[in-house]
């Protein structure tokens, strides 16, 4: 995805590495789960019942739920313009008009950027992941050249 060089653009970053590493371990889990059910047969472990079809079928479906929890962390997401910035994490979203936030940071040995806002709360940005690199830092130097054009 190209990102423009913020003046009063907007833009969107999602991360890049997490979203390769859920795919394919979500795709690992169902096929795991989907194999493990076919070895689902005959009687149980201790001879008291027998293993049928549902049980297989569960099993898969608890390998899809499984994948399902994986591929959440795909979810974080930023959307900034020149009035607000949008955040999606994994559990929880923001609005923020710029007036709110105070800065953008990504200090050193962080996991991810975060807004720092005038009561002194933070607020974590998912979507800008260290473990992406410069990805990650030109988004947050695309986010503070947006929060700096709405400060002036």
């Given at each position: 995805?190209?990102?423009?060089?913020?003046?009063?653009?907007?833009?969107?970053?999602?991360?890049?590495?997490?979203?390769?590493?859920?795919?394919?371990?979500?795709?690992?889990?169902?096929?795991?789960?989907?194999?493990?059910?076919?070895?689902?047969?005959?009687?149980?472990?201790?001879?008291?019942?027998?293993?049928?079809?549902?049980?297989?079928?569960?099993?898969?479906?608890?390998?899809?739920?499984?994948?399902?929890?994986?591929?959440?962390?795909?979810?974080?997401?930023?959307?900034?313009?020149a009035e607000h910035v949008r955040?999606?994490?994994?559990?929880?979203?923001?609005?923020?008009?710029?007036?709110?936030?105070?800065?953008?940071?990504?200090?050193?040995?962080?996991?991810?950027?975060?807004?720092?806002?005038?009561?002194?709360?933070?607020?974590?940005?998912?979507?800008?992941?260290?473990?992406?690199?410069?990805?990650?830092?030109?988004?947050?130097?695309?986010?503070?050249?947006?929060?700096?054009?709405a400060s002036s």
């Amino acid at each position: 995805m190209s990102v423009t060089t913020p003046t009063r653009d907007a833009v969107e970053f999602r991360p890049r590495r997490i979203r390769w590493v859920a795919g394919i371990s979500a795709a690992a889990v169902v096929i795991l789960f989907t194999a493990l059910s076919f070895g689902l047969h005959g009687a149980t472990g201790d001879g008291m019942g027998q293993f049928e079809r549902g049980d297989q079928t569960a099993m898969i479906g608890l390998g899809l739920l499984a994948a399902a929890g994986i591929l959440a962390f795909t979810r974080p997401r930023v959307r900034a313009d020149a009035e607000h910035v949008r955040i999606r994490n994994v559990i929880g979203n923001f609005d923020l008009p710029w007036s709110a936030v105070r800065a953008v940071r990504f200090d050193r040995n962080a996991a991810w950027a975060m807004l720092e806002l005038h009561d002194d709360e933070t607020v974590p940005v998912h979507a800008l992941q260290a473990a992406d690199k410069e990805y990650a830092v030109e988004g947050v130097r695309a986010l503070r050249a947006l929060h700096s054009a709405a400060s002036s």
